[in-house]
T-cell receptor, first 113, second 116 residues
Framework: GNSVTQMEGPVTLSEEAFLTINCTYT??????LFWYVQYPGEGLQLLLK?????DKGSNKGFEATYRKETTSFHLEKGSVQVSDSAVYFC????????????FGKGTHLIIQP | GAGVSQSPRYKVAKRGQDVALRCDPI?????LFWYQQALGQGPEFLTY????????KSGLPSDRFFAERPEGSVSTLKIQRTQQEDSAVYLC??????????????FGPGTRLTVL
């Protein structure tokens, strides 16, 4: 079956620090990979996605590269801001259209000024 | 434009009561998904509709859970004889395309169900 493993939180960083949130996956078939973010009091929002190996998704200064050889999709940002404080979820979906997203447990990111 | 909306936002039920949770997807979106999110966990897939057809209900945890989308737009998730372990946030998501793993799913704010 499908599964996603991401680093445990909370992750606490100072403003302008470099961020990495690790994500690895197992999947039957060839998945598409996603990062969703949940800001305090808000619903899940798509942050970025990648649909094939070596693709790089990017948005709002965040990046993640689809690494098929290491089954990973690590999230990175060069300089975090207080407004990036949120819960980040790595997710995958395999083809066929009938199945939903498989999520990791989420990583709570706290950015201190 | 309007996003995915869900109602009620909060629901408290006594154990054994039946509850109904509503989802209004984005207009024109063919696919609709329900997820269950326990405290401190990621969302877990419950069921999927393409228009009015329920194509996958493999994630429904028991036969007390039932979902419908009779006209291919609004969907209702019903939980009969609620139990304490049903306490969670129930998320609805919709996407435009009928199939394809690259579809972006747009999520609603969720309904937080507490069973006493």
């Amino acid at each position: 079956g499908n599964s996603v493993t991401q680093m445990e939180g909370p992750v606490t960083l100072s403003e302008e620090a470099f961020l990495t949130i690790n994500c690895t996956y197992t999947a039957t078939g060839y998945p598409s990979l996603f990062w969703y973010v949940q800001y305090p009091g808000e619903g899940l929002q798509l942050l970025l996605k990648a649909t094939k190996a070596d693709d790089k998704g990017s948005n709002k200064g965040f990046e993640a590269t689809y690494r098929k050889e290491t089954t990973s999709f690590h999230l990175e940002k060069g300089s975090v801001q207080v407004s990036d404080s949120a819960v980040y979820f790595c997710a995958l979906r395999t083809g066929g259209g009938a199945d939903g997203l498989t999520f990791g447990k989420g990583t709570h990111l706290i950015i201190q000024p | 434009g309007a996003g995915v909306s869900q109602s009620p936002r909060y629901k408290v039920a006594k154990r054994g009561q039946d509850v109904a949770l509503r989802c209004d997807p984005i207009s024109g979106h063919v696919s609709l998904f329900w997820y269950q999110q326990a405290l401190g966990q990621g969302p877990e897939f419950l069921t999927y509709f393409q228009n009015e057809a329920q194509l996958d209900k493999s994630g429904l945890p028991s036969d007390r859970f039932f979902a419908e989308r009779p006209e291919g737009s609004v969907s209702t998730l019903k939980i009969q004889r609620t139990q304490q372990e049903d306490s969670a946030v129930y998320l609805c998501a919709s996407s435009y395309m009928t199939s394809g793993s690259t579809d972006t799913q747009y999520f609603g704010p969720g309904t937080r169900l507490t069973v006493l």
